[in-house]
C-alpha cells in the first residue's frame, strides 16, 4: 500500500487545504507502483528563502531505536532508501558527525543523472558536499571520502585543533573549516560557515549526538523522519542525543508517505 497523507495548515485561521510553507507537494507512485524520484525531487524540495535551512534525514523504530547492531541500515527499507537518495541529491551539502562516519563507512556522495537537471537549474554543482564536524580531526584520510571526493570534503572543526592535524587534512585535500573555539565546534557557527560557501540547503544524517547539538542550539528547521513498524528493545540509541533542551521544541508535521507500514514524514520548525 503506497499513500500519501495530505496535511493541512495546523494555523487556527486556516480554511485552505493548500500545505503550509515550505511543506512538500504532492507524490504519486510510478507505473511500477513506487514513489517515483521525480515525484519525491517535488514532494522535497527545499523552500524558497533567504539564508540557509538544515534538515535532518533520520530513522527510527517504533520503540525509538535509531539503530540495530550499531547500524541504521538494518532498519531500513528500500523506500527509505529512496527518499534518503533524494534527500542527498537536493542538498548543497551533508553534514555528519565524525563517529558516524566511522561506523557506517561513509563514501563520497555521487553525481546521479535524475538529479543532474535539478541540480544544474539550482545553480549546484554535480554532487553534493560531504561536511565531517571533528573537533580533533582524528579521521582515517586514506578513506575513500578524502581519496575519491567528487568535490572536496569539508571538514569543520575548532580553532585549537592541532596543527599536525590540520595539516594532514589539507594534505589529504580536505577542506579545514574553522567553526568553533577551543576543540569544539558551534552548531550555528558550522551552518552560518556552510552557508557562506554556498552551502545553504544543508542535509545532516547525524549521528544521534550531531543531531541533539542541532537541536539544542536552536538550527535544526526540518526534521525528515522515518517510522519503521519494527520492535527491537535493547538500549540502542534514540535519533537525537546529548543534554537535553530547557523547553521541548514543537514542530509541525508538514507531510506524511507511506508504503509497506513505513511512514515517512517531514515536520518542520513552527
Avoid at 176 to 192: I, K, L, M
Avoid at 242 to 253: D, E, S, T
Wanted: proline share 8%.
Amino acid at each position: 500500500m503506497r499513500r500519501l497523507f495530505p496535511v493541512t495548515d495546523p494555523t487556527p485561521a486556516a480554511t485552505s487545504t493548500v500545505p503550509p510553507h515550505g511543506a512538500p507537494k504532492e507524490a504519486a507512485a510510478d507505473a511500477s507502483g513506487e514513489w517515483g524520484l521525480d515525484a519525491l525531487a517535488d514532494a522535497y524540495a527545499y523552500p524558497e528563502q533567504d539564508g540557509p535551512w538544515l534538515r535532518a534525514n533520520m530513522v527510527s523504530t517504533l520503540d525509538g531505536a535509531a539503530q540495530h547492531d550499531g547500524r541504521s541500515q538494518p532498519i531500513s527499507c528500500a523506500a527509505d532508501m529512496r527518499i534518503f537518495g533524494t534527500l542527498r541529491g537536493l542538498a548543497d551539502a551533508i553534514v555528519v558527525g565524525a563517529e558516524t562516519v566511522r561506523l557506517e563507512g561513509y563514501r563520497p556522495a555521487r553525481a546521479r543523472e535524475a538529479f543532474a537537471a535539478r541540480r544544474a537549474a539550482a545553480g549546484q554543482g554535480p554532487a553534493p558536499a560531504i561536511a565531517v564536524v571533528s573537533g580533533s580531526l582524528d579521521l582515517d584520510f586514506s578513506m575513500p571520502l578524502f581519496t575519491e571526493p567528487l568535490v572536496p570534503t569539508l571538514l569543520l572543526t575548532g580553532a585549537a585543533v592541532p596543527a599536525q592535524r590540520v595539516e594532514q587534512a589539507r594534505a589529504a585535500g580536505a577542506e579545514v573549516v574553522f567553526a568553533g573555539e577551543g576543540t569544539r565546534v558551534d552548531p550555528a557557527r558550522a551552518v552560518a560557515e556552510l552557508a557562506d560557501r554556498g552551502h545553504a540547503r544543508l542535509l545532516t544524517e547525524g549521528g544521534p549526538r550531531l543531531l541533539g547539538q542541532f537541536v539544542a542550539a536552536g538550527v535544526l528547521d526540518e526534521l525528515c523522519l522515518t517510522l519503521a513498524p519494527l520492535l527491537t528493545a535493547g538500549d540502542a540509541q534514540r535519533i537525537a542525543g546529548g543534554p537535553g533542551v530547557a523547553v521541548p521544541k514543537r514542530f509541525v508535521l508538514a507531510s506524511m508517505l507511506e508504503e509497506d507500514g513505513f511512514l515517512f514524514t517531514r515536520y518542520r520548525q513552527g
